[in-house]
């Protein structure tokens, strides 16, 4: 049997790492979901009660693992439905995925049943990249830009996938002008803090009489630092930080 768009898609994120997916099902994004049955669970999917609900766990994940929080629903309702828990991932800075299914594309502008106009309902939540895929060939660049600048931006995406694109055979995108060919990968820039706002840090903390850390995401990865900071301050011990910790706490982060 040919590989179909909708396999595609299931191969694709997995290649980029997703694992998870929450959600729940519909007739506008079936493809998919055959696509994941077929997949044998290399990517779970978790089903949510609906599709805020989806949209929020997809946004929970990406707070507590730090990787892409994938979400998907259906098109119209299921769609529309997701948005509550998108800008919760939005005003948070998580990187979230929104995946929802779409009418048949020779039936999208004749207001057809639950025919949402959806590229521009998603347009503020997921401003950085959402787009409806047109073509078999489009599948794979829109893919990858969309989980590369959600992660690379902290920021909320969405695909939009029409249900007869879905079960159509994949193409790869030709050597043609006019076509695009990305590719998987993203490293995280490493970000290193000038050694005068890491001394400003440690003054304030070797002053302090009653300190009080208020921990946010800069310290991701950092727990232990953190955890030993808090306990040096705790014990009234001589809060005097070394440059090599002083630095592990904000680099690692």
């Known amino acids: 049997m040919a590989r179909?768009?909708?396999?595609?898609?299931?191969?694709?994120?997995?290649?980029?790492?997703?694992?998870?997916?929450?959600?729940?099902?519909?007739?506008?994004?079936?493809?998919?979901?055959g696509a994941l049955n077929r997949a044998g669970g290399k990517i779970e999917f978790i089903q949510a009660r609906h599709e805020e609900m989806a949209a929020f766990m997809a946004s929970a994940y990406a707070k507590f693992t730090g990787e892409l929080g994938v979400c998907i629903a259906t098109s119209g309702p299921g769609a529309?439905?997701?948005?509550?828990?998108?800008?919760?991932?939005?005003?948070?800075?998580?990187?979230?995925?929104a995946i929802a299914g779409q009418q048949a594309r020779s039936a999208i502008g004749g207001h057809y049943q639950q025919e949402l106009d959806l590229p521009a309902m998603f347009k503020d939540v997921a401003g950085a990249f959402v787009q409806q895929a047109s073509s078999p060939p489009q599948v794979r660049h829109l893919i990858d830009r969309a989980v590369r600048i959600a992660l690379g931006e902290r920021r909320v995406t969405a695909l939009i996938f029409p249900n007869?694109?879905?079960?159509?055979?994949?193409?790869?995108?030709?050597?043609?002008?006019?076509?695009?060919?990305?590719?998987?990968?993203?490293?995280?820039?490493?970000?290193?803090?000038?050694?005068?706002?890491?001394?400003?840090?440690?003054?304030?903390?070797?002053?302090?009489?009653k300190v009080a850390l208020l921990v946010g995401a800069g310290a991701l990865q950092a727990t232990d630092e953190v955890i030993a900071v808090a306990d040096r301050l705790g014990r009234g011990r001589p809060k005097r930080f070394s440059a090599r910790l002083r630095c592990r706490m904000i680099c690692r982060g």
């Open 4 to 33: 179909t768009v909708g396999d595609f898609i299931v191969d694709r994120l997995h290649s980029w790492g997703v694992r998870k997916i929450f959600g729940y099902p519909g007739d506008g994004i079936n493809g998919v979901f």
């Open 164 to 209: 007869d694109l879905q079960e159509m055979d994949y193409e790869e995108p030709p050597r043609a002008h006019g076509t695009l060919h990305s590719g998987i990968g993203f490293t995280r820039p490493k970000t290193v803090p000038y050694e005068r706002d890491l001394q400003h840090a440690a003054d304030i903390l070797n002053v302090g009489e």
């Open 80 to 97: 529309s439905h997701l948005l509550t828990g998108l800008y919760d991932a939005r005003l948070d800075h998580m990187p979230v995925l």
